[in-house]
């Protein structure tokens, strides 16, 4: 996708991003309310626009190493790739397949970053909390030591990627997208005619992972299938937000079901990876009171995963309520 932009503006900061987001679902800025009679691709350009600002917002932060950065960039980053997927039938694919592409690049690198500041904090916390029972004060600075080393190591690759051409291109191309929306024709039409069963099929893919996972024995193969079915219903998540504006409560309420299955999904997964990790440190430790230590964390992720998938059971059976879905269809 090519560059068109031949100048580049301040990024907005972190709070005009949360001003500009009130606004548009106040129906305040400066344009008509959106309302499910308005054109779809009104509707998705509003979120296009607040996820690229955003983006542009946590450049400095990210490099800056600031709290929380890494994180708001990489779900802005998430949010714009799952609405140029979910929403692709009113894009012209030519133009937004490519960028797509380049958006999961740069989610991933990301990813890296994030995913081992997660684990730093999780496995941190679970040693602090179990060292205060036992000696192993030594051993714990070795612990630190490790999983500081690891997300040092994933924030300088991002940095790196940030000052990359293929970065800038991606801002570039970024600022192309709302500025010159490539919509077909079916993007004039109306919101609430065009936008609901797009949604809808997210949904689907959400259902038919999380009813093959439930069909699996405990294992890697469930396991794989709940992960698919969490990142199903993100991407549902984020396309009920992004038409929230327009559809109010309906899409608000779906939204908030399938964050709430999301989450719960996550800390399923979350627990399979630390346990994951744990199990390599313990491999490599060198100090049996570490290694023991590793093992009593292991056996409390282990109780963990049991309480986590209470709560998939509850939030499904919520996020599967008819009453949920009759907007949709």
């Known amino acids: 996708m090519a560059a068109t932009t031949t100048h580049r503006t301040a990024p907005p900061s972190?709070?005009?991003?949360?001003?500009?987001?009130?606004?548009?679902?106040?129906?305040?800025?400066?344009?008509?309310?959106?309302?499910?009679?308005?054109?779809?691709?009104?509707v998705l350009l509003t979120h296009l626009r607040l996820q690229v600002a955003q983006v542009q917002a946590q450049d400095l932060p990210v490099r800056l190493d600031a709290p929380d950065s890494v994180h708001k960039m990489r779900v802005a980053t998430r949010r714009l790739r799952s609405a140029l997927t979910t929403f692709k039938p009113l894009f012209h694919g030519?133009?937004?397949?490519?960028l797509r592409d380049e958006l999961k690049w740069l989610a991933g690198e990301l990813g890296a970053a994030r995913d081992a500041e997660v684990m730093r904090d999780r496995v941190q916390a679970a040693v602090e909390h179990e060292s205060s029972e036992l000696a192993v004060g030594a051993g714990t600075a070795d612990v630190r030591s490790e999983l500081g080393e690891a997300y040092r190591v994933a924030h300088d690759q991002v940095l790196a990627d940030l000052d990359s051409d293929r970065y800038r291109q991606i801002l570039a191309d970024l600022?192309?997208?709302?500025?010159?929306?490539?919509?077909?024709?079916?993007?004039?039409?109306?919101?609430?005619?065009t936008l609901p069963p797009l949604v809808a099929r997210s949904y689907d893919k959400v259902r038919n992972f999380v009813e093959a996972g439930q069909s699996m024995p405990a294992g890697v193969e469930r396991d794989e299938?709940?992960?698919?079915?969490?990142?199903?219903?993100?991407?549902?998540?984020?396309?009920?937000?992004?038409?929230?504006?327009?559809?109010?409560?309906?899409?608000?309420?779906?939204?908030?079901?399938?964050?709430d299955l999301q989450e719960a999904l996550g800390e399923h997964q979350d627990s399979?990876?630390?346990?994951?990790?744990?199990?390599t440190l313990a491999r490599?430790?060198?100090?049996?009171?570490?290694?023991?230590?590793?093992?009593?964390?292991h056996a409390r992720e282990e109780?963990?995963?049991?309480?986590?998938?209470?709560?998939?059971?509850?939030?499904?059976?919520?996020a599967r309520r008819k009453s949920l879905h009759r907007w949709l269809r």
Request: charged share 30%; proline share 6%.
């Open 272 to 279: 399979v990876l630390t346990r994951e990790r744990l199990r």
């Open 284 to 297: 490599h430790t060198s100090s049996p009171e570490v290694a023991f230590l590793y093992g009593r964390l």
């Open 225 to 259: 299938l709940l992960h698919d079915a969490r990142k199903a219903a993100k991407q549902a998540r984020y396309a009920g937000e992004a038409i929230d504006p327009a559809f109010g409560k309906d899409a608000a309420t779906f939204a908030a079901a399938m964050e």
């Open 303 to 318: 109780a963990h995963s049991d309480v986590s998938e209470q709560h998939f059971e509850a939030a499904w059976k919520s």
């Open 94 to 98: 030519s133009v937004v397949r490519p």
């Open 14 to 42: 972190a709070v005009a991003i949360d001003r500009l987001l009130e606004r548009d679902r106040a129906g305040n800025n400066g344009d008509p309310p959106l309302t499910v009679k308005s054109p779809s691709g009104a």
């Open 175 to 193: 600022q192309a997208l709302v500025e010159q929306p490539p919509f077909r024709k079916r993007a004039t039409a109306r919101a609430g005619k």
